[in-house]
Structures are given as structure tokens and as C-alpha cells.
């Protein structure tokens, strides 16, 4: 690649789009003013101003400098940084053009969609997501695609996962460990009161905002993501999904058979992760992880934590039972269970911090952190009479831009929507599509009574239940107007043409032939 001088870098900047023209017109003036008449030599110059102005982002500046000045955009959104990448997906945060609201947009790899069958469950399965709204679930806005780019717009949160709280400042508090998963069930039983089972719950699945809400991640598409060596999400068609260190028993044998409650027990084991900093069982192999979630029983809290409460042991005990039917039945009875804890402490869920006590566990703002790029705060670790963690909240001032964004390199240039740029004659670009509407719906969901202790046996009718019957009676609605025939106003239903009756000579000859055979039949009976 030819050496990027200062105007072929300007050059790609006004290609992009990024910058209006009268703006960056401004901007370089001021800046070859401020640099004797002539703008600076070094590109790195240039960009780090411009980042210094907002103008763009690290990750903007670093495809620019690499003669990118495609991809910014999809649809209505530009796009201003890479926030995540897994085997199955790449994350991005991204901006309205118009409304400039920031969402967080899940792009599907090109050689994942040229299967028709996982497009459609995809597509499905976002239109089933999106008909969730409950404060505790990261809600699904939209899904578009675009030259063969197909994604899907979310809710973007600006906080850190579980995951990393814990990694970062060691085990929470007690009343914030259940504060945290009181909410996670409200969001799951919310999304199984709807008929669906998230399969994949775990710390890196909960996500904690400013305000300390925790909202569930990837539910509906979790079958779809393989975010790190230990997952266990495969493709829709194979029949272990979910991550091993969470994964229940049965969920181990086949995940699409496993109800809500397998949810319910990787949800024990994200509290025993908040609890203890570690999961259940956190050596060996995969498959070895997977046969002592079946056999074995986790080192005791009590070991790791001396002055647990028993009362909130037993609970997390009673979420990991091997066997399905001796563990709670429904995500609204763990939240009870876990209200009722909290109550009898004078705390309520949400509330855990509402009165500084020392205990409650703050949380700065982030960049969807789990997906590997650090947030612009950090979440505040433990009290001093808690066990482990900080005494106080720390503060990470790092930007989306900061020095720690997520490098470039071919594979992220190969997920992301950035074409390469070739010496081949170039396409006149397509316009962007409307949105497609696979999400809208002109259903809204019922309100879901939360904390409900309905049995897992009496089932309703899902959400997916009721697409498929759908699709069914719209087919055979279909059929059965292909096959109904022409109406004639000449031969309208019941009509007999008089032309097509019996002649009366064949029934002359037919009571001839039957009077014939009484009589044989008389004589034999004779003889």
C-alpha cells in the first residue's frame, strides 16, 4: 500500500462522510494556522485532533489511517467503534444519524447468513426478542441488512458485566450479590412467562448500568453466540447450548429439552460466581466441568466466604439442585425467595444502595465491557466489613477512543462491514434498505406478574408456538384457495346439468337383469 499522505488522508476523511464538510473545512484551517500555514506532515497529527475534538473515534482514525473509508455506516447508523467480537458475531457501538441516540448493533459474519435456515431463525427469533419489555432485559429495537450485511440494533448499556465487577474488585456484598439476581429473575421470568428460555445465563450475560439495573444479554440469540473458548453455543442444530462453568445437568444432555428451570440453575451458579469470585467448578476440561455439574457438588460457600449468611446459602444451594424438580420452579419464586432475604435486612430489590451504608456496590459507566474494551468508569468493589474486594469506587476515565480500544487487524476487517478496497471498477453503492420490519408487531406483550409461582408443567402456549400456527393457517388459508374452483354463475354449488342424467333405457335393462337373477336364484332354491 502506497505511503497515506496528509491530503490523501483528508482526502478518505471527506470519502467517509464522517465529518460534515464545513466543519472539517474549519478544523484544518485552524489547525494549518496553528502549525505555520501548513498542516502537519505525521497523519497521527491530524487524527489525534480531530479525536481531541470528537470529531472521530480511536477506531474511526485507525481504519482511516489504514485507507478504510468505507463501512462507516449501515442503515441509519454510523458507526463508532468495534465493542465486541466473538466466533458467531461482531458488536458495535454505533449512532442515529438523525436522533443521534447510541445503540449497540450485533453484525452477523457473511458466511453465516448464506444459511437460509439460520437466517430465519435469526429472524425469528429477533422478532421474538423484540416483543419482550421489561426494565431487566436489553431489548431488541430493529434488524435490517444492507449489501449482504445483516444485523441487529439493541438497547445499548452504558455499564460492565457481572463478570468483570467481580474480576475487577473480588465477590460482592451479600445484599448486592442478591440484589443482582433478584433482578435477573424478574427479566427471566418475564421472558419465560413469554415462552422463552434464555440457555445461557451467566455473569457475562448481566449487565449492570449506571443506575445499578442489571438487564439480561443475548436472550433469544444466545444460542447464537460463542464468545469464548469455554462456550458451549453451537450452531441451532446441535444439541448442547449454554456455557459449561453454568450449564445444568440436563442442559448438558440436550439444551432443547431443558425448561426454564435449567435457567434457573446457571442463574445459582452466577450467584455462587458472585459470591465466591469463581464459578462452581472452575478446573478441567469441558466435558470434565460438565460431568461434576451432574455428579459432583461445589466447594462450600461457607469455605470461601465464613460469614455468609446461611439463610442466603441455602437459597443458592436450592437454585443448583441436580435434579431439576427440587430446585425452584419458576424465576418468580427465586425472586421471592430472594425479596423476602432482603426484606427481613430492611433492603428492597434496586434499592441496595438507596442508603449508604458501605455495602452497596456502585457502577461507573462502561462500553458494554464484556466485549473486551474498557469503560469510562469503573465499578466501585466492596464495603470494608465485606469480605474481599475495594473499600471504595474507582474511577476509569478510558474512552471508546482511549489507547485501549480493541486493535485493528484482518479479522475485525473481515466481520466488520468495511469492504476492501480494490483495484477492481467500482459499484455504484446501493441505497440503503428501509427497515425491513421483521421486528414490529402489532401485538404488545401483556403485562407479566413478576415473582408468580405458576408450575413449570402447566404450559403455555409460546411465543414461537404461535408463529409457526400462524405460518400453518396462512398456508392452508393459501390451499385452500388454490384448490377451490372457479365460481360459474352458470353452474352455481349443487347444480345438476339435466344433460348429465341417467338414460332412461339403462334402467329398463338394469331391472331386466335383476329380475333375471331373482329367478335363477328361485329355481336353484327349488331343484
Known sequence: MPELTANKLVELIRKSG?????????????LAQASGGALPEDNQVIVDR??????????????????????????????????????????????????????????????????????????LEARAVARLDD???????DIDSEENVHYIVMEYVDGKDLHQIVAEHGPLDFITAADYIVQAANGLQHAHEMGLVHRDIKPANLLVDQHK??????????????????????????????????LAPEQALNSHTADERADIYSLGCTLYYLLTGRPPFPEGTISERLLKHQVETPEPIIKFRPDAPLSLVEICGRMMAKRAE???????????????????????????????????????????????VKPPMATPGLSPNSSGGLSSPMRDTT??????????????????????????????????????????????????????????????????????????????ALAAAQARREYNPLHPPGYRSPYNRTPWLAWVLGGLAALILIAVVVAIANN
Open 50 to 123: 480531530l479525536i481531541e475534538a470528537e470529531m472521530l473515534t480511536k477506531w474511526q482514525s485507525e481504519k482511516l489511517l489504514a485507507g478504510k473509508h468505507k463501512g462507516f455506516r449501515l442503515g441509519k447508523y454510523k458507526l463508532l467503534g468495534q465493542i465486541g467480537k466473538g466466533g458467531m458475531s461482531s458488536v458495535y457501538l454505533a449512532e442515529h444519524v438523525m436522533m443521534k441516540r447510541r445503540v449497540a448493533i450485533k453484525v452477523l459474519p457473511r458466511n453465516r447468513v448464506k444459511d437460509k435456515s439460520y437466517l430465519e431463525r435469526f429472524q
Open 399 to 476: 474512552k471508546l477512543n482511549g489507547p485501549d480500544t480493541a486493535p485493528v487487524d484482518e479479522d475485525d476487517l473481515e466481520l466488520a462491514p468495511l469492504d476492501e478496497e480494490g483495484d477492481g471498477p467500482k459499484k455504484k453503492p446501493k441505497p440503503a434498505s428501509p427497515s425491513s420490519g421483521v421486528l414490529s408487531d402489532d401485538s404488545s406483550p401483556t403485562g407479566s406478574k413478576k415473582g408468580g409461582a405458576s408450575s413449570p408443567s402447566a404450559k403455555k402456549r409460546s411465543i414461537f408456538e404461535e408463529e409457526f400456527e400462524e405460518k400453518e393457517r396462512e398456508a392452508a
Open 18 to 30: 464522517l465529518i460534515k464538510e464545513g466543519r472539517l473545512d474549519d478544523f484544518l484551517d485552524e
Open 326 to 372: 427440587e430446585r425452584y420452579q419458576t424465576a418468580g419464586e427465586v425472586g421471592q425467595a430472594l425479596t423476602a432475604w432482603l426484606a427481613e435486612r430492611g433492603r428492597k430489590p434496586g434499592g441496595a444502595s438507596t442508603e449508604d451504608h458501605g455495602e452497596g456496590s456502585g457502577v461507573g459507566s462502561g462500553i458494554l465491557s464484556r466485549f473486551s
Open 213 to 246: 439495573v442489571v438487564k439480561l444479554l443475548d436472550l433469544g440469540l444466545a444460542k447464537m453466540a460463542n464468545d469464548d473458548e469455554a462456550s458451549l453455543t453451537l450452531a441451532h442444530e446441535e444439541n448442547v447450548l449454554g456455557t459449561a462453568d453454568y
Open 135 to 141: 426494565p431487566n432485559i436489553v431489548r431488541a429495537y
